[in-house]
């Protein structure tokens, strides 16, 4: 399909319990701005897009947050996670672990490669990988 070569992917959603917490997270230990917010009273979420850019030329993370909802979310077993790159993962990890960010895989080389990566966990425990990029 020719067609497909105009396609961007443009952003991931994922559903958070507590937008506030969860732009913080994303904003203060993860270096992304917040772009845009909107609530929508009639259907009862508000939606908000961080990114590392401005989403006309860079892929961005869409938080949605239902008003309505109490109990944390069933992350599934589908999702695997979001991915960024960083210079020095060793350093983002203990700078990420003195703010008490949850990191359940500590930096260092793959198991089945040479790649360093390292997994946190965001306020809902949504997985975000880490690799180095120097």
């Known amino acids: 399909m020719s067609e497909n070569t105009s396609f961007r992917f443009l952003h991931t959603m994922i559903r958070v319990l507590d937008l506030e917490k ?16 909107n609530d929508y009273p009639s259907g ?20 949605t947050h239902n008003w309505d909802q109490t109990d944390s979310y069933d992350l599934g077993n589908g999702f695997g996670h979001l991915a960024l790159g960083v ?6 990890c203990e700078l990420l672990e003195k ?3 949850n990191i359940p895989r500590k ?21 975000i990988e880490l690799i180095e990029k120097k």
């Open 87 to 92: 210079p020095d993962i060793y350093k983002t």
């Open 44 to 63: 009862k979420f508000t939606l908000a897009f961080l990114g590392y850019g401005d989403e006309d030329n860079n892929t961005v993370i869409e938080l």
């Open 107 to 127: 930096p260092g080389p793959m198991a089945h490669g040479s790649t360093v990566i390292a997994f946190i966990e965001d306020p809902d425990g949504y997985k």
């Open 22 to 37: 969860s732009i913080d997270f994303y904003s203060r230990h993860l270096g992304m701005k917040l772009l845009r917010k």
């Open 99 to 101: 703010e008490g960010v």
